[in-house]
């Protein structure tokens, strides 16, 4: 069955440092890979997306993700954090079922700290 | 942790008629939930937002008489596609706000399994 980990319940890291976020899933095939942010009082938004091609993938807000099929990881990392960063991080999954759905991890929250 | 029910997961039905997605949350209070759709591809797109007791708040673009939502409970939000069509064939998921949770963790969003609906 199709699953994704985030290992991290939370993160903290301080301002300016840089910020690597974990996720891990199980997919028999190609997965399409996600990451989502939710800051507070606000729906979801999409920071990144990998379908194919190349595995480092360019995302909003400075982020970006490397897909590597070996380790069935999809990390996003984030070179120099600023405080507004702080919020929920969901990673997840398309699989293709008869259908199309989506699978996400329980989400990293991110703490930045002056 | 905390479990969000989504039923059913899969549904096929023919066009015209109506469809019902529940949406629960198995161990704890969720004054607000969300409803989300999502096609093959694409990023999901937020529908509604759900607020126990009172009218949901819909996107702009979302036809609240198509898409009826319902928030009875604490613990239970329905999302309805009234007279479904083909192009409302795609995948529902719903995510719920742990009311019992306060600061910054009261933010936490749980996500259903979602509902994958074929309307022939």
């Known amino acids: 069955a199709q699953s994704v980990t985030q290992p991290d319940i939370h993160i903290t890291v301080s301002e300016g440092a840089s910020l690597e976020l974990r996720c891990n899933y199980s997919y028999g095939a190609t997965p399409y890979l996600f990451w989502y942010v939710q800051s507070p009082g606000q729906g979801l938004q999409l920071l990144l997306k990998y379908f194919s091609g190349d595995t480092l993938v360019q995302g909003i807000k400075g982020f970006e993700a490397e897909f590597k099929r070996s380790q069935s990881s999809f990390n996003l990392r984030k070179p120099s954090v600023h405080w507004s960063d702080a919020a929920e991080y969901f990673c997840a999954v398309g699989a293709i079922t008869g259908g199309f759905k989506t699978i996400f991890g329980a989400g990293t929250r991110l703490f930045v700290k002056a | 942790g905390a479990v969000v029910s989504q039923h059913p997961s899969w549904v096929i039905c023919k066009s015209g008629t109506s469809v019902k997605i529940e949406c629960r949350s198995l161990?704890?209070?969720?004054?607000?939930m969300f409803w989300y759709r999502q096609f093959p591809k694409q990023s999901l797109m937020l529908m509604a937002t759900s607020n126990e007791g009172s009218k949901a708040t819909y996107e702009q673009g979302v036809e609240k008489d198509k898409f009826l939502i319902n928030h009875a409970s604490l613990t239970l939000s329905t999302l309805t596609v009234t007279s479904a069509h083909p192009e409302d064939s795609s995948f529902y998921i719903c995510s719920a706000r742990d009311l019992g949770l306060t600061g910054s963790a009261g933010e936490k969003l749980f996500f259903g399994s979602g509902t994958q609906l074929s309307v022939l």
């Open positions: 161990d704890f209070q969720a004054t607000t």
